[in-house]
């Protein structure tokens, strides 16, 4: 199975400031079928951005996606207090669904 | 809109099986599927598995192949996930979510299940 590792585990920023997530899968991610969550505490993930680089309805623009192969980021432009959040990349290219373990994103 | 409600919490002993259920609303049930995903305690996301809801199609990860179970009926668009021989560290939310072969776009509000003798 592709294993996706996320870095950092754990990102520590102020608002305004721009936050970088990574995801690295093991294994090409055919048609960078790559998607992005945000997880509030207490709440469901919620979709943030598929295919690498797509936003999903109602995100704003503050979140985009890039990559492709084996490599992908996600980054927030100006961040927000409520930003707040655990972020998770999937891979949903190959057969099993993986996750990758999450970057906490704390706002100082 | 498009809504996913599940089934209540449950408390199971080890060794017992444990059905969650997962009610959709708000688009054609048929045009779509459902996978299942669990979160332990403080963990991170797990997939369980996908049904589709046309035909019943399933798909399960060699992990849990011979343990889970996904159903469905398009009577009422409910689909069931059902886990045997529950082991304390089966103890999680589970949530049920849908798919077409792509992202997890909404989300159900998760059911947690505690393994607990």
């Known amino acids: 199975e592709i294993v996706l590792t996320q870095s950092p585990g754990t990102l520590s920023l102020s608002p305004g400031e721009r936050a970088t997530l990574s995801c690295r899968a093991t294994e090409i991610v055919t048609t960078n079928y790559l998607a992005w969550y945000q997880q509030k505490p207490g709440q469901a993930p919620r979709l943030l951005i598929y295919?690498?680089?797509t936003r999903a309805t109602g995100i704003p623009d503050r979140f985009s996606g890039i990559g492709s192969g084996t490599d992908f980021t996600l980054t927030i432009s100006s961040l927000e207090p409520e930003d707040l959040a655990v972020y998770y990349c999937h891979q949903y290219s190959t057969s099993p669904d993986t996750f990758g373990q999450g970057t906490k994103l704390e706002i100082k | 809109q498009v809504q996913l409600l599940q089934s209540g919490a449950e408390v199971k002993k080890p060794g017992a099986s444990v059905k969650v259920s997962c009610k959709a609303s708000g688009y054609t049930f048929r045009n779509y599927g459902i996978s299942w995903v669990r979160q332990a305690p403080g963990q991170g996301l797990e997939w369980m598995g996908w049904?589709?809801?046309?035909?019943?199609?399933?798909n399960y990860p060699q992990k849990f192949q011979g343990r889970v179970t996904m159903t469905r009926d398009t009577s009422t668009s409910i689909v069931y996930m059902e886990l045997r021989g529950l082991r304390s560290d089966d103890t999680a939310v589970y949530y049920c979510?849908?798919?077409?072969?792509?992202?997890?776009?909404?989300w159900g509000q998760g059911t947690l299940v505690t393994v607990s003798s």
């Open positions: 295919g690498a680089s």
């Open positions: 979510v849908r798919s077409l072969a792509g992202p997890f776009d909404y």
């Open positions: 049904i589709a809801a046309y035909n019943g199609n399933t």
